[in-house]
């Protein structure tokens, strides 16, 4: 939100001596460099999740350059027009998908996002989030609870999973991410 309000006030700010839009085409062009090398870096984070958010952040880092390289040429900022319209499709489809699976499938994937062998796990067979999985110190809380049965944070938050996989082949898994 941050860096969208910062790029407005770079077209909105007036000269109030002259009433003219102080516009500093190398200053907002720079801005939009560093927002593409940051999302390229958030992108290729992305790689290990599902095929749908990287391919968010894939066509958003393109945006980024588009919407630079278009500061000084018309075809490329409405090719930038473009690629942005497909990335807000993509974050419609992704926020979607993911509400659709997480309330209505309850974890399970009803819409396909995409998913690759890195970012599935034995035990609950849905996609996993990297990051999302419990720490070591809150499986050692919920050992010889009723909730030990739970290894991600989901939707489905009371559900026993179709596979209960034993706690050593847990940790094994744990130690390779």
């Given at each position: 939100?941050?860096?969208w309000?910062?790029?407005?006030?770079?077209?909105?700010?007036?000269?109030?001596?002259?009433?003219?839009?102080?516009?500093?085409?190398?200053?907002?062009?720079a801005?939009?460099?560093?927002?593409?090398?940051?999302?390229?870096?958030?992108?290729?984070?992305?790689?290990?999740?599902?095929?749908t958010?990287?391919?968010?952040?894939?066509?958003?880092?393109c945006?980024?350059?588009?919407?630079?390289?278009?500061?000084?040429?018309?075809?490329?900022?409405?090719?930038?027009?473009?690629?942005?319209?497909?990335?807000?499709?993509?974050?419609?489809?992704?926020?979607?998908?993911?509400?659709?699976?997480?309330?209505?499938?309850?974890?399970?994937?009803?819409?396909?996002?995409?998913?690759?062998?890195?970012?599935?796990?034995?035990?609950?067979?849905?996609?996993?989030?990297?990051?999302?999985?419990?720490?070591?110190?809150?499986?050692?809380?919920?050992?010889?609870?009723?909730?030990?049965?739970?290894?991600?944070?989901?939707?489905?938050?009371?559900?026993?999973p179709?596979?209960?996989?034993?706690?050593?082949?847990?940790?094994?898994?744990?130690?390779?991410?």
């Open positions: 939100g941050g860096f309000l910062s790029l407005a006030m770079a077209h909105t700010l007036i000269d109030e001596v002259t009433q003219e839009v102080l516009f500093n085409s190398k200053a907002v062009q801005m939009l460099i560093l927002m593409g090398i940051f999302t390229f870096i958030m992108w290729m984070c992305t790689l290990k999740m599902n095929a958010i990287s391919l968010l952040f894939f066509l958003l880092t945006t980024f350059f588009l919407l630079a390289g278009g500061v000084e040429d018309k075809t490329v900022d409405k090719a930038a027009g473009w690629v942005g319209m497909a990335t807000a499709a993509t974050a419609y489809w992704l926020g979607a998908a993911e509400l659709i699976n997480d309330v209505i499938g309850g974890g399970q994937a009803i819409i396909p996002l995409g998913s690759s062998q890195s970012n599935r796990y034995i035990f609950s067979g849905a996609i996993h989030v990297p990051g999302r999985t419990q720490s070591e110190g809150q499986r050692q809380a919920l050992k010889g609870t009723k909730m030990n049965h739970l290894r991600r944070s989901s939707a489905g938050y009371g559900k026993m179709s596979k209960v996989v034993p706690e050593e082949m847990i940790d094994i898994e744990a130690r390779s991410f």
